[in-house]
């Protein structure tokens, strides 16, 4: 799975109060994300997480929240 989404933050103030997300990052147990996409089906951004060759959904966002993306620019 790759993504060119390399960081989602979430939330109205980017700087003070959104959550970031970015591929690489280590969360939840020793897992790390994978990759962020977005669904063509229902516009949600997921993020999927790693750990020990599994990778597993993690969490979903619907568009209706704010969102900020980060495209990786070596696609």
Same mark, same amino acid.
């Given at each position: 799975?790759?993504?060119? @989404?390399?960081?989602?933050?979430?939330?109205?103030? =980017?700087?003070?109060?959104?959550?970031?997300?970015?591929?690489?990052? +280590?969360?939840?147990?020793?897992?790390?994300?994978?990759? @962020?996409?977005?669904?063509?089906?229902?516009?949600? =951004?997921?993020?999927?997480?790693?750990?020990?060759?599994?990778?597993? +959904?993690?969490?979903?966002?619907?568009?209706?929240?704010? @969102?900020?993306?980060?495209?990786?620019?070596?696609?």
């Amino acid at each position: 799975m790759s993504s060119i @989404i390399r960081k989602i933050s979430i939330g109205s103030d =980017y700087k003070n109060e959104a959550m970031h997300y970015s591929i690489g990052q +280590p969360v939840y147990g020793g897992h790390v994300i994978h990759a @962020i996409t977005l669904e063509d089906v229902d516009n949600s =951004y997921n993020i999927y997480i790693k750990k020990n060759n599994e990778v597993l +959904p993690w969490k979903k966002f619907n568009s209706n929240m704010s @969102i900020s993306v980060e495209y990786d620019l070596e696609y």
